[in-house]
């Protein structure tokens, strides 16, 4: 018997199968997409068309009662409506003749590096229709018995790519917010135009040098991710500073202050190649003389302690700054504890 022969006879069995479930009132998979009325669309351009592709599958399949796949098709609709982001179908989930698996994996690769590059943000429903497009020509393939549909499901999908990779093509902009969640803006520029983007995630994209810069749309955060997630992985942590006090007249840590030099020392060890400034300050009270003298023996006993906790020499610089750069600005000759300390800032 031949490969098509055992794939036929695998269908037959599917078939059957889902004829005895029906009788025993079971369910495999949803076999209508009456579910789909009571979900709002999604705000992702490639998720509507997604699942609009996926209804048109299950509905062809279900004409030809091809009860399995239809299952397949509208479930994926029903995800992709309800906001669900999944990958086209895996060479694996079906029988395939080995002549065509390699054109099969070197096209599903294509269309995963095009989704890598932003394409389902970008060029949202020609994405959908590239993924739709696979699917339906690797189910084509796997019955194997329609020459005229596989070619139409393949053409699908060549077309889709082509116009993907001519949509991606270009220097990507993408509006993040910073690492405490703040959010602000940015133009793109160039002597074609200007794009603002002032919203998180919003997008630009300029297909070359010269060219007007256009909306690339909001960006999905799988697409984030898919992009920029080895760059986000990679970004140094932001500086983090603290700020610890002195009493009046002496280079005597509070305690509340000598409480947090663990923390300090834990903070820099974290970070794989710290930079740490230890500035040492005072209030008003006393000559300038004498508190540059003091703001440098406070930022010194702080670098000692820290030193004696591990932090190697190397990555600290230390200064002092006396009485000139207060947190509460107070006239000359007075004392003020929010003044007296010592900040260390981690980079």
Not at 105 to 123: K, P
Request: hydrophobic share 40%; glycine share 8%.
């Amino acid at each position: 018997m031949t490969k098509r022969n055992d794939r036929q006879t695998l269908r037959g069995r599917a078939f059957a199968l889902l004829l005895a479930c029906s009788v025993g009132a079971c369910a495999l998979g949803p076999y209508d997409t009456e579910e789909l009325k009571d979900l709002p669309p999604p705000d992702s351009l490639f998720l509507q068309e997604l699942s609009r592709q996926y209804v048109e599958l299950g509905d062809m399949e279900r004409a030809e009662y091809d009860w399995p796949d239809t299952a397949r098709f509208y479930d994926r609709a029903i995800r992709a409506a309800k906001g669900e982001i999944f990958e086209p179908e895996q060479l694996s989930a079906r029988y395939l003749d080995p002549a065509e698996q390699t054109e099969l994996s070197d096209a599903r690769t294509q269309l995963a590096s095009l989704f890598s590059a932003g394409a389902r943000s970008i060029a949202g429903p020609e994405s959908a229709r590239g993924q739709a497009g696979f699917d339906c020509w690797i189910q084509e393939l796997e019955e194997g018995h329609q020459p005229a549909d596989i070619a139409y499901c393949r053409a699908i999908f060549v077309a889709a790519v082509s116009e993907i990779e001519a949509a991606v093509k270009g220097a990507l902009v993408v509006l993040l917010p910073d690492a405490d969640g703040k959010l602000g803006a940015v133009s793109v520029d160039n002597a074609g135009g200007s794009v603002l983007l002032d919203t998180e995630r919003a997008s630009a994209l300029v297909a070359a040098a010269g060219a007007t810069p256009r909306s690339a749309g909001t960006f999905v955060q799988a697409d984030v991710e898919a992009v920029f997630g080895a760059a986000l992985a990679a970004s140094p942590a932001p500086p983090v500073t603290f700020v610890l006090y002195f009493e009046q007249g002496t280079d005597n840590l509070t305690s509340e202050s000598r409480d947090l030099l663990a923390t300090v020392s834990e903070t820099i060890t974290r970070r794989k190649l710290p930079q740490v400034e230890i500035s040492g300050h005072t209030d008003r009270a006393g000559t300038t003389a004498y508190n540059d003298r003091l703001a440098l023996d406070r930022a010194r006993i702080v670098n000692s302690s820290v030193l004696g906790l591990g932090v190697p020499a190397r990555v600290v610089a230390v200064e002092s700054y006396g009485e000139r750069a207060p947190i509460v600005p107070t006239a000359d000759g007075v004392s003020e504890p929010r003044n007296r300390r010592v900040e260390i800032v981690i980079r």
